[in-house]
């Protein structure tokens, strides 16, 4: 049996790589159009690119309440035919991105329109990449598998939490294992996206609340990774700054259109700070949470972000009390002073959201499979600051048992 710490030197040598790896690929950066009604200036740039027929990818819910009618009629105006696709689930499997590939074939489109969430823009993403792919979509999992270049996209994200209109990935739901599968690969970036708080007004507290939790969850997580770099510093810090002082304001005032606006940028910061330094155990656990449990991936990071801080802390002192200080969190005092405030903080942050401390789904059985697989993501994924090992894991996930 291998020990511990020499399968920790490589999966460090392996993180290294792919910390060279993005320091040398040619990441792109979508066009961002910024502030209310940004979306419908969107449908213009989407006119000015040449396009004539597009699909919209949404759910519909989205659709029932008339979110999409402005912007159809945006394109109209634009002389743009637009067709949708609102079969979009969370967490979509393949069924959605084939029935989406249906759609876009059968309407000849030259372009897609992402409208939504992340489950609606990363289910987007797969249809771009297989329209002029003869591949499965189950051989796409993992890095750079995608051959030839992707159908145009763009994206309007109705929701404050995934960045994923400016990430280079994408998850799916494999209905085979029922394990959530990852695409990453460069050319999935969308052209352009609109970064407009007000089309998030109708987004429920439960929901601000959560999507909220993901992208400081991505800011944070970005931070203390070991692939950070000063680029994704900067905006892993203004991403964790925005949120703390708007996503409480956004739950409590659905129609405060500043904070629904800061919260959009900042989710889109957040994005472009984890897709070059990456996730981490937090993001791992939580995954294993929304297969097994069905738990939307937000309140799942919320529960397991401070568990997985306080036990990579030791390791982190230094960045956590750079994150406190730069949000105005325990201006005095050590390192580790800092650092156990600003862990206080987000203890309190989702106190404050009504977001449950512990996981009321989680059985005592279910964690030494989370854990395995857990462990098994993270590793080979996530530069993560500090490693810890099988039983550690079991014991961090077991501290989030609800025993009441």
């Known amino acids: 049996m291998v020990p511990f710490r020499a399968k920790v030197l490589a999966y460090r040598q ?119 792919n003869s591949q499965d979509l189950d051989k796409l999992g993992g890095f750079f598998k995608i051959r030839a270049e992707c159908i145009p996209l763009f994206a309007i994200p109705t929701t404050a939490g995934t960045g994923s209109e400016v990430s280079i990935g994408a998850v799916v739901s494999n209905p085979h294992t029922h394990k959530k599968m990852m695409v990453v690969d460069l050319k999935l970036t969308p052209i352009a996206a609109a970064i407009d708080g007000k089309i998030m007004i109708g987004v429920p507290p439960s929901i601000t609340a959560a999507t909220g939790m993901d992208a400081l969850t991505h800011a944070i997580e970005a931070y203390i990774s070991r692939n950070a770099t000063k680029e994704t510093d900067r905006y892993a810090l203004a991403a964790t ?35 070059k330094a990456s996730l981490g155990y937090t993001h791992a656990i939580a995954h294993r949470f929304g297969e097994r449990y069905q738990i939307p991936h937000g309140l799942a990071n919320a529960i397991a972000l401070p568990h997985i801080l306080e036990f990579s802390k030791d390791a982190t002192e230094k960045r956590l009390s750079e994150l406190a200080l730069y949000c105005n969190i325990g201006a005095s005092g050590s390192d580790e002073t800092k650092a156990t405030i600003f862990i206080a903080k987000i203890r309190e942050l989702i106190s404050s959201l009504e977001i449950s401390a512990k996981l009321p789904e989680l059985e005592a059985k279910d964690i030494p499979n989370i854990a395995k697989e857990a462990l098994e993501e993270a590793h080979f994924n996530f530069p993560v600051p500090k490693y810890m090992d099988t039983r550690q894991c079991e014991y961090v996930i077991s501290s989030m048992l609800d025993r009441c």
């Open 241 to 275: 700054r925005l949120i703390f002082k708007n996503l409480k304001a956004a739950y409590d005032d659905g129609h405060n259109i500043e904070a629904r606006q800061n919260m959009a940028l900042a989710s889109c910061y957040a994005g472009l700070a984890f897709t």
């Open 14 to 132: 392996g993180m290294r790589a792919l910390k060279l790896a993005a320091a040398i690929l040619p990441f792109p950066k979508p066009t961002l159009l910024t502030g209310p009604d940004s979306s419908l200036q969107l449908c213009d740039t989407i006119e000015q690119f040449g396009f004539k027929r597009v699909l919209i990818v949404t759910d519909s819910v989205l659709t029932k309440i008339g979110l999409i009618n402005p912007i159809q009629q945006q394109l109209s105006g634009n002389h743009i035919e637009s067709f949708i696709y609102d079969g979009v689930i969370p967490d979509p499997g393949f069924d959605q991105v084939y029935q989406g590939l249906e759609e876009l074939t059968h309407y000849r489109c030259d372009c897609i329109l992402a409208i939504g969430g992340g489950s609606s823009i990363d289910c987007a993403k797969l249809i771009s990449a297989l329209a002029n």
